[in-house]
């Protein structure tokens, strides 16, 4: 079963109006078929619409049309449905009045950082397991991108109402952090290295990583010899700097982290399940598991999988048998987990399929509870991305690129102090770059461009988030005084009421977003929202308005502002107060 099948089964309600138009049509129809009541795509078709009469049509071998006017007539509507409708060709228009929408004003008002959570009946506890990065190497493009998508994971799920363990599993060991350590002995450590900030001695790190690579033939013997003794533990001058090597790298992951929002709840080291992977796989033999040419295999055609080794002739488990330690090593740190769900790239798909079915073998407590999400690349120019020679883009490059094209285009804005337009630009560039990558289908490739992620105009993070500083600007200038208890018979124009509308429609869109795992749900709702109000905004004075008109507007100018942060935080998104 697929996670989001999981999800959707909670007993959530994601729109009580549709739940009730949906219980009064069942109870004048004499029939069990299946219909929706739903959201129009179109306003103009009304609030709410329901297909009642088409999928009655077949069964009573009659005009659909007639069937929706004959329910419209006997529907018994809620006080809050001004009034029903049959269409051509037989959809059910529903129409809700006014003052349920001024209620909802209140609502978002009362709610404030709450509006859109939900809560479960029962308190439940998943785990997700994003970045992965390893040390010993540069933090890669791939490793932004999974940071990012990992962390508006956790922000829906968390809204969802589940208790999330931000959990990270990096490589600290493998033919990488021997390369890596021979490369910096190779090179020598300057003598004031440890004075160096973090990204400087990791950009150090990472070179003598690229230059191991490049020379690992000549030096293939002296390089698997510091690779056995860190498997093995032994104390040598490698062994040594190898350890040195491994703190910096994490010292670095972590600021990276920071810088990006996210703060682990907790790592597990690859070293940490090395042991307990071959103790896997030896007993396992001959049963799940069996030899082949030296090595020990999972045979993954039988169960319509791909073929992995398990244990090589070396007598080293592989990534596949350490990640299944991973798994039994989770549930019993956390023997209350519910779920698990890690976010890796596509092209581990195979990989995870073969995991999750081997210990659902292994152990019935995995049985649904063991789930794989996929991202595709992050496109340099349109091309994939590789660390395996080191020569590849590297995550700081690209965050660094953001930030220097922010800073270009906020000193076109305004004339900001030096400190002011840095701490800006930083907020804008991670709006933008956030924005871009939460916006695609997780599946799809994204392509890598500053110049028009970075944009405060069209569909980004910098836009959205400059609707937000625009109704922040408002409230300001008006005072937290002004804003009054909005009547509800308050008449509304056609852009005010659209911003409402849509307004009202947040709590929807974060149920979906929570129960597909679909971030980009929460972008689209977003970019809409400030598309409305920034048309409300160029149609209805706000300070210079009516008394009346003044109360709706600062209110409506309000809610906006709190729903556009409620939404960017599901990103991971900061707010800032000016651009």
């Known amino acids: 079963m697929k996670i989001q099948d999981i999800l959707k089964k909670e007993n959530i309600s994601d729109d009580p109006i549709k739940e009730l138009l949906h219980q009064e049509i069942s109870k ?21 619409a329901t297909n009642v009469a088409m999928a009655l049509a077949g069964v009573l071998k009659q005009n659909p049309l007639e069937i929706a006017q004959d329910i419209a007539k006997k529907i018994d509507l809620p006080n809050f449905i001004e009034h029903s409708e049959a269409v051509a060709p037989g959809f059910i228009n529903f129409k809700i009045k006014k003052d349920y929408y001024i209620s909802e004003l209140k609502n978002i008002l009362d709610q404030s950082t709450d509006y859109g959570k939900f809560e479960l009946p029962q308190k439940k506890k998943i785990m997700v397991e994003f970045g992965q990065p390893n040390t010993h190497k540069a933090f890669t493009v791939g490793h932004i991108k999974g940071v990012i998508s990992g962390l508006a994971v956790c922000e829906l799920l968390e809204n969802f109402g589940y208790e999330v363990i931000k959990t ?41 990583y690229v230059y191991a690579t490049e020379n690992y033939e000549a030096n293939e013997e002296a390089i698997r010899k510091i690779n056995i003794d860190i498997y093995k533990k ?23 982290f920071a810088e ?10 690859e070293s940490q399940v090395y042991e307990r992977a071959k103790k896997i796989v030896e007993e396992n033999k001959n049963n799940i598991f069996v030899k082949s040419q030296g090595a020990v295999i999972y045979d993954g055609e039988k169960d319509g999988l791909t073929t992995w080794v398990v244990l090589t002739s070396e007598n080293n488990p592989t990534y596949l048998a350490k990640d299944l330690a991973l798994g039994f090593q989770k549930f019993e740190d956390y023997p209350n987990l519910d779920l698990n769900l890690t976010l890796t790239g596509v092209e581990q798909d195979d990989h ?4 999750i079915k081997i210990l659902e073998t292994l152990d ?3 049985k649904d509870k063991y789930h794989h999400i996929s991202f595709g690349w992050l496109l340099m120019d349109g091309k994939k991305t590789s660390s395996r020679s080191g020569k590849n883009i590297k995550g700081t490059d690209i965050i660094e690129e953001s930030f220097k094209v922010a800073q270009t285009k906020i000193a076109e804005l305004k004339d900001y102090d030096e400190e002011k337009k840095k701490e800006i630009s930083r907020v804008v560039a991670l709006a933008g770059l956030k924005f871009l990558i939460l916006s695609h289908d997780f599946n799809k490739d994204v392509n890598y461009d500053p110049e028009k992620f970075v944009d405060f105009e069209g569909y980004s993070g910098p836009y ?8 922040q600007a408002i409230l300001k200038k008006a005072g937290e005084s002004e804003i009054k208890e909005v009547e509800i018979s308050q008449n509304m124009n056609e852009w005010e009421l659209s911003l409402l509308k849509w307004l009202a429609r947040y709590p929807q869109y ?25 048309s409300f905004y160029a149609h209805c004075p706000v300070i210079n308005a009516s008394d009346e008109e003044k109360s709706l507007r600062l209110s409506l100018s309000k809610t906006t502002a709190q729903v556009l942060k409620n939404g960017l935080g599901l990103l991971g998104i900061e707010t800032i107060e000016e651009m």
């Open 168 to 208: 990270n599993y990096y490589g600290d060991i493998g033919m990488h952090t021997a390369k890596s350590t021979w490369g910096v002995m190779q090179k020598g450590l300057p003598e004031d290295f440890e004075d160096w900030d973090k990204h400087k001695r990791m950009e150090f790190i990472a070179d003598a």
């Open 510 to 534: 974060t149920y979906k977003a929570g129960t597909e795992i679909s971030p980009h749900t929460i972008c689209n709702y977003l970019y809409e929202l400030a598309q409305r109000f920034n």
């Open 464 to 471: 959205v988030l400059y609707a937000y500083v625009r109704a």
């Open 28 to 48: 004048i129809i004499d029939s069990e078929i299946d219909f929706v009541v739903e959201r129009p795509a179109e306003e103009s078709h009304g609030d709410y």
């Open 234 to 256: 032994n104390k040598t001058k490698a062994t040594e700097l190898y350890e040195k090597i491994k703190q910096w790298s994490l010292e670095h992951q972590k600021a990276l």
């Open 364 to 366: 019935d407590k995995f």
């Open 260 to 269: 990006l929002g996210v703060v682990y709840d907790k790592q597990y080291p």
């Open 352 to 355: 995870f399929k073969a995991v």
